[in-house]
């Protein structure tokens, strides 16, 4: 049977959407620098969040830079980002040109993919003057710009530097003098009411923007700016997406930097904080509120607002029906079966959910937190600390326990170590221990405990917490940092700064290891860091620091070249104290392998860090120095205690040698040789004085001492 007769169309479809695509110039794909305004997709929001959420109208557009002033706009960033002048006065002319040319145009730059950047910059670098010009060009937009994917950054960037001048300002009681405008129409304005008329722009809106893609990074930015709390490098991971680029100038000065300190801010700042608080969640019903929790970005934005909300209004806050704690948690006594209790049961287990609950656990006043202990995790902080999520509840509940609570805590965590160990979960025990300390509860049940889980062949195997492998420490090795070893090398160093039993541990074990396996200790980056803090360390003896040094002859000049093992040898200076002729050995190790230190970068620090020049040219002031800071100037085998008249040495538990014990005696000759010397010199010089300043009678009796 003949098959029907078709057209072949899809191919030449295909063909035809082709030729129609090459024809069209507007359908065609941009280059990344051509980029402009690219339709963005609708950020991800919580589904009826707030109940009554005003949600903003779309986003303007701004329009276009045109191709000469992208190419202008771009020149322009690349030399603020090399930041190359001569000096600041070069840079400040140069800044103000720029500012001219953006003159009308800053929106337009603001949400330029490609110019974005020059305006971060040029705020990084502006002065209080051109901070308020910005500020007031942006006036009337905030709304819209901190949603913007560009531009957010850029409000980021500009109340941050911004917020210094307020406090200026308000030392001063007046705004900061600035140069008189051209312009007739320039308003002069402080800093204050600025930031005050961009958050009643945002106002009605902050149940939105909390949940916003961009714009909640931005509102905490803003947060933070007016309740004057730091904004530190450590403590941006609330306030800043991990992928956040990083923009900023070459060679920066440390204050220009993207950080704040803690700053004094004016009362309307408070006031307006407190009404940011309120009027973000007072929109909102008991269970939207508690649904942010487990938001991606509204869990991040509760946080801070309850964080901000118990520090800057008093732990009493909790007590008002309208604070956020106690919507959170409205029952009193919060017992099991009630709401509050399957809310804090169910943010246990949560990836996100869990960073809320232990911010209520640092920041929740006293009596609450008991309350939230005895009736959910005093029993079980065992099962709690095995959990990859909730372990880290668990940590923030230790820093929070009383002497008798820790102790009992610390019981149960320890009985579950072994398992901690296998699962690799030691940032709980870390945290045991070091609370341990600060209590001072007893540690030898985690000591015990420890033993069994890192035991070996060898007893206490330093290897195993520190998770090095065979290939590890090798010259060309690949090393990975993952952060099982990373968590290792700090519990071990955390175990060393606990004098007895615990840093005895690490100490013992590090001693007993190999020349070939120290070696590879020190080459591996996160396992040097134990090293170096080993010999460090004032808990270590002297005894194990010569040991552990002695361990490193005849490689001392190849472990000087290598990135990880250069810093040990660092380390080794400090570690050499009272041990000056160990130090002296170290420096002729390498002062021969002077011509490979100076072609590498991590040699020559090393060389430098050991005044090896000062070695070279003048060898005994170099000597001087290194014995006055070694502790001694010769060689004492226990110089940190006194040697026993039978011999018995009590630091080191034996009787000393027959060579050790008379080289103590040699010592002491010596050292009783010049004090007899010292003291008749002084004697007789106190003696000339007194005889010719003194009476007759006591001439007399100063001559008869003399005959």
């Known amino acids: ?125 502006s002065s209080p003057d051109q901070l308020k010009k910005l500020f007031q060009k942006f006036n009337g937009h905030f709304l819209n710009l901190v949603q913007h994917r560009f531009a957010s950054h850029c409000c980021e960037a500009l109340f941050i530097q911004a917020a210094p001048v307020v406090t200026q300002e308000t030392a001063a009681s007046e705004p900061l003098q600035t140069l008189p405008s051209s312009d007739p129409d320039a308003v002069v304005v402080s800093m204050e009411d600025l930031f005050l008329y961009t958050l009643n722009e945002l106002e009605g809106y902050m149940g939105f923007l909390m949940t916003d893609r961009f714009a909640s990074h931005v509102l905490r930015v803003l947060l933070i700016v007016f309740s004057g709390a730091p904004l530190e490098k450590q403590n941006k991971s609330v306030l800043q997406s991990k992928r956040k680029e990083k923009v900023g100038v070459s060679s920066l000065d440390k204050g220009l930097d993207m950080e704040l300190a803690k700053r004094t801010v004016p009362q309307s700042f408070i006031e307006a904080l407190q009404k940011v608080i309120n009027d973000s969640v007072s929109g909102m019903e008991p269970h939207y509120l508690r649904s942010l929790s487990t938001h991606p970005l509204g869990n991040p934005t509760l946080q801070l607002l309850l964080k901000l909300e118990l520090s800057h209004f008093g732990k009493s806050r909790a007590k008002d029906e309208k604070s956020i704690i106690h919507r959170l948690l409205p029952d009193n006594p919060i017992a099991e079966g009630t709401e509050s209790a399957s809310f804090i049961n169910g943010l246990v287990y949560d990836p996100i959910g869990s960073r809320l609950l232990e911010t209520i656990i640092e920041n929740a006043p006293g009596k609450l937190f008991k309350t939230i202990y005895a009736e959910f995790f005093k029993e079980r902080m065992g099962s709690l600390a095995r959990n990859e999520i909730a372990g880290y509840v668990a940590a923030k509940i230790l820093e929070r326990l009383s002497k008798d609570d820790l102790e009992e805590a610390m019981h149960q965590i320890a009985d579950q170590i072994p398992s901690l160990v296998e699962r690799n979960r030691t940032a709980i025990i870390k945290t045991l221990i070091e609370r341990c300390v600060a209590r001072d509860v007893n540690t030898s049940p985690l000591k015990a405990q420890l033993e069994i889980a890192y035991g070996g062949s060898n007893g206490f195997e330093v290897t195993r917490i520190l998770k090095l492998s065979a290939e590890d420490g090798k010259p060309g090795a690949k090393h990975e940092h993952s952060p099982e070893k990373v968590h290792g090398s700090l519990l071990a160093q955390t175990m060393m700064s606990v004098a007895g039993p615990l840093a005895n541990l690490v100490f013992d074990s590090l001693a007993n290891q190999s020349p070939e396996l120290s070696v590879q200790l020190a080459r591996d980056p996160t396992a040097s860091r134990t090293l170096q803090a080993a010999l460090v360390s004032s808990n270590a003896s002297v005894i194990f620091r010569r040991k552990m040094i002695q361990q490193f002859y005849g490689k001392v000049g190849e472990l000087a070249l290598d990135p990880a093992a250069s810093r040990v040898i660092d380390a080794v200076w400090d570690g050499t104290a009272g041990l000056a002729f160990i130090r002296e050995r170290i420096a002729e190790e390498l002062a021969e392998n002077e011509n490979s230190l100076r072609e590498s970068f991590v040699g020559r620090a090393v060389w430098r860090n050991w005044r090896m020049d000062l070695y070279k040219r003048k060898r005994q002031d170099w000597v001087k120095q290194s014995r006055y800071t070694a502790g001694n100037d010769g060689f004492l085998s226990f110089p940190e205690c006194k040697p026993d008249p039978n011999g018995y040495n009590s630091r080191a538990g034996k009787h000393l040698t027959a060579i050790e014990l008379a080289r103590h005696k040699h010592a002491a000759v010596k050292a009783g040789q010049a004090t007899e010397g010292g003291k008749s010199k002084k004697n007789s010089h106190a003696s000339a004085t007194i005889v010719s300043s003194g009476s007759s009678k006591a001439k007399e009796t100063v001559a008869a001492v003399a005959q």
């Open 1 to 125: 049977m003949p098959k029907e007769h078709k057209k072949r169309g899809r191919r030449e479809e295909q063909k035809k959407r082709k030729r129609d695509t090459d024809e069209d110039p507007s359908s065609k794909r941009l280059k990344k620098e051509d980029v402009e305004q690219v339709p963005e997709e609708e950020p991800v929001q919580l589904e009826n969040v707030g109940g009554e959420v005003t949600r903003p109208e779309a986003l303007p557009f701004y329009g276009m830079l045109d191709d000469d002033e992208q190419e202008y706009f771009k020149r322009a960033d690349e030399l603020l980002e090399l930041n190359q002048f001569a000096d600041p006065e070069e840079r400040s002319l140069f800044l103000e040109s720029v500012y001219k040319e953006a003159d009308g145009k800053e929106l337009k730059i603001a949400n330029s993919q490609s110019c974005s950047r020059l305006l971060e910059r040029l705020i990084l670098l």
